[in-house]
């Protein structure tokens, strides 16, 4: 198993930023394709941001494409989430999560991983 722990949430002024962190622990890093997920207040979970194992292959939601940037630091055991120009409309609890796969790909549904984080809280103001 691995545990996933996030951290750097917070709240921020709309066109702020912000850089979400998610530490791994408990088996190989570089095995595993991350993704980032978030929960508006009263609604569905949905995709954010995907990275495959070598971080060579990302992949985004519309939603947030060309403002927020997926990395990882395999030697940290870390992957990361970029925030730039938030909304209001970002406003949710921030979930990374982690699947392990032997082929680097990206992994862009809720049910493809099955590991995941405690959130984060993160809140715009406008």
């Known amino acids: 198993q691995v545990q996933l722990v996030e951290s750097g949430g917070g709240l921020v002024q709309a066109g702020g930023s912000l850089r979400l962190s998610c530490a791994a622990s408990?088996?190989?890093?570089?095995?595993?394709?991350m993704g980032w997920f978030r929960q508006p207040p009263g609604k569905e979970r949905e995709f954010v941001a995907a990275?495959?194992?070598?971080?060579?292959?990302?992949y985004y939601a519309d939603s947030v494409k060309g403002r927020f940037t997926i990395s990882r630091d395999n030697a940290k055991n870390t992957a990361y989430l970029q925030m730039n120009n938030l909304k209001p409309e970002d406003t949710a609890v921030y979930y990374c999560?982690?699947?392990?796969?032997?082929?680097?790909?990206?992994?862009?549904?809720?049910?493809?991983?099955?590991?995941w984080g405690q959130g984060t809280q993160v809140t715009v103001s406008s």
């Open positions: 990275i495959s194992r070598s971080g060579g292959s990302t």
């Open positions: 999560a982690a699947e392990r796969r032997f082929q680097s790909v990206v992994v862009t549904t809720e049910t493809g991983y099955s590991y």
């Open positions: 408990g088996r190989t890093f570089s095995d595993y394709a």
